[in-house]
Nanobody
Framework: QVQLVESGGGLVQPGGSLRLSCTASGFRLGYFAIGWFRQAPGKERERVSCISTRDGSTYYEESGKGRFTISRDNAKNTVYLQMNSLKPEDTAVYYC???????????????????WGQGTQVTVSS
């Protein structure tokens, strides 16, 4: 059974850091692009970053450039999202998902992804 499980969320003060993990089971990384998305209350789900687990190429949306770093450890079947300098507007549920039929990051909208995890809550507040 293909499954992604996110972890690492929590409550952090503005300016703080968190590292999210996305662990895959039922398939091996190394052949897919994995995206991190977030969804804040009342807002649409948006992509924040993506990585090709095939060659490690990465993509960042403007919201995370310079603050977020995506990486992968294929041996652990896990993709990470290191988030630094967090802001209150980063508060959201964060999800990871597999881009459909793609080795490399190309799609940015949710319908281009599948096997969504259950999400992990990130709250940035003082």
């Amino acid at each position: 059974q293909v499954q992604l499980v996110e972890s690492g969320g929590g409550l952090v003060q503005p300016g703080g850091s968190l590292r999210l993990s996305c662990t895959a089971s039922g398939f091996r990384l190394g052949y897919f692009a994995i995206g991190w998305f977030r969804q804040a209350p009342g807002k649409e789900r948006e992509r924040v970053s993506c990585i090709s687990t095939r060659d490690g190429s990465t993509y960042y949306e403007e919201s995370g450039k310079g603050r977020f770093t995506i990486s992968r450890d294929n041996a652990k079947n896990t993709v990470y999202l290191q988030m630094n300098s967090l802001k209150p507007e980063d508060t959201a549920v964060y999800y990871c998902a597999v881009q459909k039929n793609a080795y490399y990051c190309s799609g940015s909208v949710p319908w281009e992804y599948e096997y969504w995890g259950q999400g992990t809550q990130v709250t940035v507040s003082s």
